[in-house]
């Protein structure tokens, strides 16, 4: 097994959003909204910036891998055993952003974690298009 990568399984979840890119940059980003549609958090936009995720359930901790404004930010996605990254692609459109979401890294023997993830997202995403309805 020389390319452990290979075999790891990631979800990517894509939406065509009716708002641009500025708009959805600032619902992935602020600290308060990102906490009205994922967790509550003390996300900052500096690289190496370390923060965490809190919900019911417990915690994901993350790290601030790279940040391109308003096109691109990924942060390392650390929870028990699991060990990913969550990578944000926004590009452009003529009626708005298409979100990418993508997250990777789950392990072939952790299947239970990616069909969890696999079901999560989707919804994460629909409450971050009702944050982006109501932001001016």
Not at 32 to 46: C, G, P, Q, V, Y
């Amino acid at each position: 097994m020389n390319d452990a990568t290979a075999e790891t399984l990631c979800v990517v979840v894509e939406r065509a959003l009716s708002h641009p890119p500025e708009k959805v940059w600032r619902a992935l980003t602020q600290p308060h909204l990102i906490a009205e549609w994922l967790m509550k958090n003390d996300f900052a936009s500096r690289v190496g910036h370390r923060f965490s995720l809190t919900a019911d359930w417990g915690g994901v901790d993350c790290i601030v891998e790279e940040i391109e404004p308003h096109r691109t930010l990924s942060y390392a996605w650390d929870t028990k055993d699991l060990r990913s990254t969550v990578s944000w692609t926004l590009t452009p459109t003529a009626g708005g952003t298409l979100l990418r979401m993508e997250q990777e890294g789950f392990l072939p023997e952790q299947k239970p974690y990616h069909r969890g993830a696999s079901a999560a997202w989707p919804r994460f995403i629909s409450e971050l298009e009702r944050v982006l309805e109501r932001l001016d």
